[in-house]
């Protein structure tokens, strides 16, 4: 809990996810069962280049409360897979942005525990675009139309937290955020040659080219416990244990109001655990030095993986430092390391159904540099 900083403090930090990417292998069917031929036949970097940015503010109100502020996007992706790529009937253009503003109250109560409640709101952003065939059993992006639909939702949760003081070397700490809800009001447009929504509106008997789209999706809960240990005053040492509630992530079905079918996406994400150890040494009086490692298990059912969501298990490594500047200014710096196991994508049947085949596996890491400046006000 934020009440281990005395007095009034400022944090702004940034991150910036540099992604390599490839999806290869790759082969699909229209929901005919014709081949679908795409260029490139391997799709390079279809996950885009990503950033992030937090700041907090903290304050002591007397010598037993303290408030804080955050504002934060705890979930920002985008991928992109080119609109003649094979994959093109699954996805093309996914950008997910959910942007959180959390206020913080904090109560000491003893010089062992800490306790902590806030209130979290969130406006989540979502573009989700892909391609239609218009002739299924000859499919080509020459005759082809784009769907694209845009929605955003403004939702609300809550988290608890804890911190207690085992003694002068460690210290022990518990959090759950829950999960948010969202009802996505948004519009769907299609786009692409005049002939081509011509033959689409009629075989379809849309009542108009554009509309209404709305669908429902739940942010994960979270359940964090972890711990800190002083070895000696220069080394001390984290353990860190993740809950995520993925299963709140159900099925998605998207709701049109011009006439076109309800869109079944299977997700049926399963809970999962994230790792972590890591250990700090302060190597001078200015300057800290850290190292961590951490495992995250994917919460991505084998049969649903899709190029929207290519998940799988993944592996971090990371290097911090922390440098005191003088007695208003600190500075925090990190890179972190994620290889991810190579994304097996096997859609087939089922809902998936209308949108054909897709098969293809998808190999992923990522570089991501993080920066951020503290000011004790």
Do not use: C
Request: hydrophobic share 40%; aromatic share 12%.
């Amino acid at each position: 809990p934020i009440s281990r900083f005395d007095g009034a403090r400022l944090s702004t930090g940034v991150a910036l996810d540099f992604p390599r990417s490839e999806f290869t292998n790759v082969a699909a069917t229209s929901y005919t069962g014709a081949r679908v031929t795409g260029n490139p036949a391997s799709p390079a970097q279809p996950i885009d280049t990503a950033f992030g940015a937090a700041t907090y503010a903290t304050y002591q109100l007397n010598d037993d409360v303290y408030l804080g502020l955050s504002l934060n996007a705890p979930f920002a992706y985008v991928s992109e897979y080119p609109e003649t790529a094979a994959s093109r009937y699954q996805a093309t253009m996914t950008e997910l942005f959910a942007y959180n503003v959390n206020g913080v109250v904090a109560y000491k109560v003893n010089k062992q525990l800490s306790i902590a409640a806030s209130i979290n709101l969130q406006y989540y952003d979502s573009v989700l675009n892909t391609q239609l065939p218009t002739t299924p059993d000859t499919p080509s992006s020459l005759t082809d139309v784009g769907s694209q639909i845009k929605a955003g939702d403004l939702g609300y949760g809550f988290s608890l937290g804890a911190e207690y003081q085992l003694n002068q070397q460690t210290r022990l700490g518990i959090s759950y955020r829950s999960k948010i809800n969202h009802s996505f009001k948004g519009d769907v447009k299609f786009v692409g040659e005049a002939d081509n929504l011509s033959t689409l509106q009629d075989a379809l008997s849309l009542s108009s080219l554009s509309g209404k789209a709305n669908f429902d999706i739940s942010t994960p809960s979270m359940l964090q416990v972890g711990v800190l240990h002083k070895i000696t005053d220069k080394v001390e040492l984290y353990g860190n244990a993740n809950l995520f509630g993925w299963s709140a992530f159900k099925d998605t079905q998207i709701e049109f109001n011009n006439g076109f079918p309800d869109v079944i996406v299977d997700n049926g994400w399963d809970d999962s655990w994230w790792l972590a150890l890591g250990a700090g040494y302060q190597y001078s009086e200015k300057l800290k030095l850290r190292t961590g490692v951490a495992y995250d298990w994917s919460p991505t059912p084998s049969n649903t993986v899709s190029p929207r969501a290519p998940n799988d298990d993944r592996m971090y490594a990371a290097l911090g430092l922390s440098y005191v500047m003088s007695k208003k200014w600190k500075f925090d710096a990190g890179y972190l390391f994620i290889l991810f196991e190579e994304a097996e994508v096997r859609l087939a049947g089922g809902n998936n159904a209308p949108r054909g085949d897709l098969s293809g596996d998808l190999n992923l890491y990522a570089n991501v540099f993080m920066f951020q400046i503290n000011r004790t006000l």
